[in-house]
């Protein structure tokens, strides 16, 4: 392989990186799933919901009941909407019914925080919370072809020179927006599929930004 070249060895053609990602997906929401009890007692069991709603004790004690009142105008909203798209405003109807008058509360940052950081195990920032982990990436990483590229890889770069080149070549796939788009929207196909059709919907894209951005 050239280090100059950004390109994944031909050996792993459009068909073997279809059947890489499907694998690396298939065990990453396999490992999903036998994480949900755990999640569940963690909190939402009696002990557990009261360490997450220990949050609550603050400006929750305002945010909670102001969303119980906002739920009737928010009900209103949405049949406005209803009422604009049959009048053929879709436009409108879509800008209206995309509205949520409702405050974010503590708890609820701190579950979507949990939910990415003990569940789903994808990286987050909220501002506040923020986790690194990608599990999904590293389920790709486990894949044997992709850890024997790896290997080579690492045989390739033992001069500074080469690592420069390298650390280059990541960086550029890295930094290209549609790396990241590519493998958000294709794991969101593939979580659709599973959802709806019991199988994996992977898609078909480049696995080469997919690795520069893991990597």
């Given at each position: 392989m050239s280090l100059t070249e950004p390109e994944i060895p031909p050996a792993i053609d459009d068909a073997a990186a279809n059947a890489i990602l499907k694998r690396a997906i298939e065990r990453y929401v396999a490992a999903r799933h036998a994480r949900v009890q755990e999640?569940?007692?963690a909190n939402y069991a009696l002990l557990g919901s009261l360490r997450l709603h220990r949050r609550a004790l603050g400006l929750d004690l305002l945010r909670a009941p102001a969303n119980v009142a906002l739920l009737l105008p928010?009900?209103?909203?949405?049949?406005?909407?209803?009422?604009l798209r049959g009048l053929g405003a879709r436009r409108s109807a879509r800008w209206l019914r995309a509205?949520?008058?409702?405050?974010?509360?503590?708890?609820?940052?701190e579950l979507t925080f949990r939910l990415?950081?003990?569940l789903l195990e994808l990286p987050y920032d909220d501002g506040r919370n923020r986790t690194g982990r990608d599990a999904l990436a590293l389920s790709i990483l486990e894949e044997q072809p992709i850890a024997d590229l790896l290997d080579r890889l690492r045989a390739e770069t033992d001069r500074p020179e080469a690592r420069a080149r390298v650390r280059t070549m990541l960086e550029t796939y890295a930094g290209a927006r549609h790396a990241a788009a590519d493998?958000?929207?294709?794991?969101?196909?593939?979580?659709?599929?599973?959802?709806l059709f019991q199988t994996v919907t992977p898609g078909t894209f480049s696995l080469a930004p997919v690795l520069a951005t893991a990597l």
């Amino acid at each position: 392989m050239s280090l100059t070249e950004p390109e994944i060895p031909p050996a792993i053609d459009d068909a073997a990186a279809n059947a890489i990602l499907k694998r690396a997906i298939e065990r990453y929401v396999a490992a999903r799933h036998a994480r949900v009890q755990e999640f569940i007692d963690a909190n939402y069991a009696l002990l557990g919901s009261l360490r997450l709603h220990r949050r609550a004790l603050g400006l929750d004690l305002l945010r909670a009941p102001a969303n119980v009142a906002l739920l009737l105008p928010y009900l209103a909203m949405q049949l406005g909407a209803a009422g604009l798209r049959g009048l053929g405003a879709r436009r409108s109807a879509r800008w209206l019914r995309a509205r949520k008058p409702f405050f974010e509360t503590d708890v609820a940052r701190e579950l979507t925080f949990r939910l990415h950081r003990d569940l789903l195990e994808l990286p987050y920032d909220d501002g506040r919370n923020r986790t690194g982990r990608d599990a999904l990436a590293l389920s790709i990483l486990e894949e044997q072809p992709i850890a024997d590229l790896l290997d080579r890889l690492r045989a390739e770069t033992d001069r500074p020179e080469a690592r420069a080149r390298v650390r280059t070549m990541l960086e550029t796939y890295a930094g290209a927006r549609h790396a990241a788009a590519d493998l958000f929207n294709n794991a969101l196909l593939a979580g659709t599929g599973a959802a709806l059709f019991q199988t994996v919907t992977p898609g078909t894209f480049s696995l080469a930004p997919v690795l520069a951005t893991a990597l």
